[in-house]
């Protein structure tokens, strides 16, 4: 199954807002609004941010957020801090034999 | 707190057997779906395997299916996977995750474990 596409890395200033775009197919990210982000620090095990496209677990900090347009999901991350710098992946239903794909993830630098 | 222990990775050679497991605590396990995840060195996250909390519902990638078989002990808390004709580019650090909202063969994963490395190499 091909992958989702992310951009490699992406960069901003502290308290700046950075949005990472994650694409796909009609066939997988555009069919159904089944979208989930991640976030994985060096070393670290991932973390939940978004489900559901847009849905925030309890205790995921209201500075991320998500959204989706046809084939294409967002993840923007508002307020930026030092600790938002991570790897971020986005994550989809995958069509009828994948059913589950991931991005490539994209590295976000707080400069 | 949910936890979630990864075991039994290490080397093994190209061709060979490895069964990982995957202690949890914290919640009442057999009421989630549960999940393989796997994130080869400097790579990114593939995901490798589903099973639903009553192992109903099996699912796997392309890249594993026919050599990977994942199941669960809910009377132990426990779940697995059994890896078999391992090949090079299985070399990962594997994750067990909690899976949350089975719709489609897809579930997004809530809590998941620090991971456990394998390694294929001769």
């Known amino acids: 199954q091909s992958a989702l596409t992310q951009p490699a890395s992406v960069s901003g200033s502290p308290e700046q807002s950075i949005t990472i775009s994650c694409t796909g197919t009609s066939s997988d990210l555009g069919r159904y609004n089944l979208v989930s982000w991640y976030q994985q620090h060096p070393g670290e095990a991932p973390k939940l941010l978004i489900y559901?496209?847009?849905h925030r677990p309890s205790g995921a900090s209201d500075r991320f957020s998500g959204s989706k347009s046809g084939n294409t999901a967002s993840l923007t991350i508002s307020g930026l801090q030092t600790e938002d710098e991570a790897d971020y992946y986005c994550?989809?239903?995958?069509?009828?034999?994948?059913?589950?794909?991931f991005g490539g993830g994209t590295r976000l630098t707080v400069l | 707190e949910v936890q979630l222990v990864e075991s039994g990775g290490g080397l093994v050679k190209p061709g060979g057997s490895l069964r990982l497991s995957c202690a949890a605590s914290?919640?009442?396990?057999?009421?989630?779906?549960m999940n393989w995840v796997r994130q080869p060195p400097g790579k990114g996250l593939e995901w490798v395997s589903s099973i639903s909390s009553r192992s109903t519902n099996i699912y796997y990638g392309d890249s594993v299916k026919g050599r990977f078989t994942i199941s669960r002990d809910n009377a132990e808390n426990s779940l697995y996977l059994q890896m078999n004709s391992l090949r090079a580019e299985d070399t990962a650090i594997y994750y067990c995750?909690?899976?949350?909202?089975?719709?489609?063969?897809?579930?997004?994963?809530?809590?998941w474990g620090q991971g456990n490395m394998v390694t294929v190499s001769s």
């Open positions: 995750a909690r899976g949350r909202s089975f719709r489609y063969g897809y579930n997004y994963f809530d809590y």
């Open positions: 914290g919640f009442i396990f057999s009421n989630y779906n």
């Open positions: 994550c989809s239903y995958g069509g009828t034999s994948a059913y589950v794909i």
């Open positions: 559901d496209v847009s």
